[in-house]
Nanobody, 121 residues
């Protein structure tokens, strides 16, 4: 099994910062792309930021220049530093990882349980 556990969400005022963390654990041979998604009430889940195993990143236009994704491969952890937060950033944030497990050639996507981020105006 593979588990993803997020932390770091909370309530912050507009203009503030939060740092999300997501630790991947379990029967892991390798982790490929990792990413953060978010889903606001009444909206579809959307990609916020992604990072490859080599460190290449891409961001949603709405967060470019404000959010930074990074990863620590030794710790199987991905981070999302969120600065200059806006009320429209309010959502449940989900961690995603594409994982190859031991003794299996397949690569599958796994998701965390989500962490709430609320930005007050």
């Amino acid at each position: 099994q593979v588990q993803l556990v997020e932390s770091g969400g909370g309530l912050v005022q507009a203009g503030g910062s939060l740092r999300l963390s997501c630790v991947v654990s379990g029967s892991i041979f390798s982790i490929n792309d990792m990413g953060w998604y978010r889903q606001a009430p009444g909206k579809q889940r959307e990609l916020v930021a992604a990072i490859t195993s080599g460190g290449s990143t891409n961001y949603a236009d709405s967060v470019k220049g404000r959010f930074t994704i990074s990863r620590d491969n030794a710790k199987n952890t991905v981070y999302l530093q969120m600065n200059s937060l806006k009320p429209e950033d309010t959502a449940v944030y989900y961690c995603n990882a594409n994982v190859r497990r031991w003794y299996s050639p397949a690569r599958n996507d796994y998701w965390g349980q989500g962490t709430q981020v609320t930005v007050s105006s």
